[in-house]
């Protein structure tokens, strides 16, 4: 069986056969598309000044660890700093439905330093997503966590940064977000 050829022509004629409220939801998605599509290009040539520095602690999050381990110990088994990491992405995971205070919560469960470059670790980098969409680039822990709590509402939530920071520096963890 021979398929035909595609051609403008025919794609042009499907287009203006369909009804006004379809060429506009054809059109709206096309640019919705074209942006993403476009965003994501852009942001690979040209990381920003959060990619590079997330780079820099990928590298510099071991060497900070192995540091750390020879004045602190730590607080939680390994295993236990990848649950926490789990519920910190889980509670500001999404557009609608987030938990900020488990990720408040979990965040002052940190009790040093080593604590939370070993969180840090576990984390990784991760993306959020919203409505099944990616909703922001790949970021580390500090940069999800600013981005959501931080800068989220206009600042409204910028409450519970500095009450992890408050708390941390109540316990002496030199780290802020």
Known sequence: MKLPKPSFEGAKQYYNDLPAWSKGVVVVGGLLLAYFVGK?????????????????????????????KRTKTQSF??????????????????????DYGAVEDTMKKMNNDLDVALLIQAYGFRQRSCFGLDFQPIYDLFTSVQAELGNEWGGITNYRIDNINNNWARKGITYRL
Request: charged share 25%; glycine share 4%; hydrophobic share 40%.
């Open 40 to 68: 994501k290009v852009v942001n690979f040539i040209f990381p920003s000044a959060n990619q590079k520095r997330n780079q820099e602690l990928a590298k510099n999050i071991a060497q900070e660890i192995a540091r750390l």
């Open 77 to 98: 088994s390994d295993s236990q700093y990848l649950t926490f990491a789990n519920k910190i992405f889980d509670g500001m995971r999404y557009c609608v439905g987030d």
